[in-house]
C-alpha cells in the first residue's frame, strides 16, 4: 500500500489528511472492502506520524461509517462512502458513473392532487395531478436514500417498472424533458424510527437532506424531490472558486 506523502506545512490537521488518503485509497480499491487495516503502530511508522495521530485518523473514519473496529479481527474496512457531486444529475446517473450498482424499490406510486408546498414548487395551481413516488434506493445492494417525487402528470406518467430499471432523470429525458436547470436545498436532520429501519441504520442516525425543483429548457418545471441518504454512506462534493 502506497499512500501519497503527507504536507505538513499545510493548515490542515494531520490526523485529517492520512484520514482523507486512506479513504481514497479505499474508494479506489487498492484497500478493498471486507480486508483488514494495518495496525495503527505499523501505519503510524509507515507514514511518519504518531500513534495517536494514527488512532484519531482511523477513529475519525470509523466514525464516518468506512471502518469498523471487531473484537479478535481488528480495523475492517466495511464500505466506501458514495461522494456526489452537487450538479444536476440524478442519483441512480451518479452511481453509474461512480461504478456503483444501482438498483430502486418502488414503495408507493400513485396520482394524487399536488399540495401547496408541492404545487409552489413546481409552478402550477394547487390541485394540479401529479405522479407521486417513493423509492428506496440500493448502492451494491446496501439502502443509500429514500427518496420522494412529485412529476407533473401531463410531463410523464411514471411507470413502476420503468422506475425499478431506469433513474427518473433518464426517463425524463427520454420523453423530451431535459432537466436544465434547478434550485436545490441540501441539510441535516436526525432519521426517524421509520426512515432509520428503512436505511438499515439505528434511530436518530444522521442523514442528509436535499430538495429540489428541476426545470427544462423551456423554464418547465419537470420535477420535484424530497430525498433523505444515508450519512455514513453518502455526501455531497462541491468545487469552489473565488
Not at 438499515?200 to 426545470?215: C, E, I, N, Q
Not at 423554464?219 to 462541491?238: K, M, P, Q, T
Request: include cysteine; proline fraction near 5%.
Amino acid at each position: 500500500m502506497q499512500v501519497p506523502a503527507l504536507d505538513r506545512s499545510s493548515p490542515v490537521p494531520l490526523y485529517f489528511q492520512v484520514a482523507r488518503r486512506l479513504e481514497q485509497l479505499i474508494e479506489s480499491g487498492e484497500l478493498p472492502v471486507g480486508g483488514r487495516l494495518e495496525n495503527e503502530v505499523e501505519l503510524a511508522e509507515r507514514l511518519g506520524v504518531s500513534r495517536s495521530t494514527m488512532r484519531r485518523a482511523i477513529q475519525y473514519l470509523v466514525e464516518r461509517g468506512v471502518l469498523v473496529r471487531k473484537r479478535g479481527i481488528g480495523t475492517q474496512i466495511v464500505h466506501p462512502k458514495v461522494r456526489r457531486p452537487v450538479e444536476l444529475s440524478s442519483l441512480h446517473d451518479d452511481l453509474v458513473k461512480a461504478g456503483k450498482r444501482p438498483t430502486t424499490q418502488v414503495r408507493h406510486l400513485d396520482v394524487r392532487p399536488a399540495c401547496g408546498e408541492v404545487a409552489d414548487a413546481l409552478g402550477v395551481p394547487e390541485g394540479t395531478e401529479v405522479t407521486w413516488v417513493e423509492r428506496l434506493r440500493f448502492a451494491d445492494g446496501e439502502p443509500l436514500a429514500l427518496m420522494h417525487n412529485a412529476v407533473p402528470l401531463d410531463v410523464l406518467r411514471l411507470r413502476r417498472d420503468d422506475l425499478e430499471a431506469r433513474g427518473l432523470y433518464e426517463l425524463l429525458r427520454a420523453a423530451g424533458y431535459v432537466p436544465r436547470m434547478a434550485d436545490q436545498v441540501v441539510g441535516a436532520r436526525a432519521a426517524t424510527a421509520a426512515e432509520a429501519r428503512l436505511l438499515g441504520d439505528a434511530r436518530g442516525a444522521p442523514v442528509l437532506t436535499m430538495t429540489r425543483t428541476a426545470w427544462d429548457a423551456g423554464g418547465r418545471a419537470v420535477e420535484y424531490g424530497s430525498h433523505i441518504y444515508r450519512a455514513s454512506r453518502y455526501s455531497f462534493a462541491l468545487t469552489l472558486t473565488s
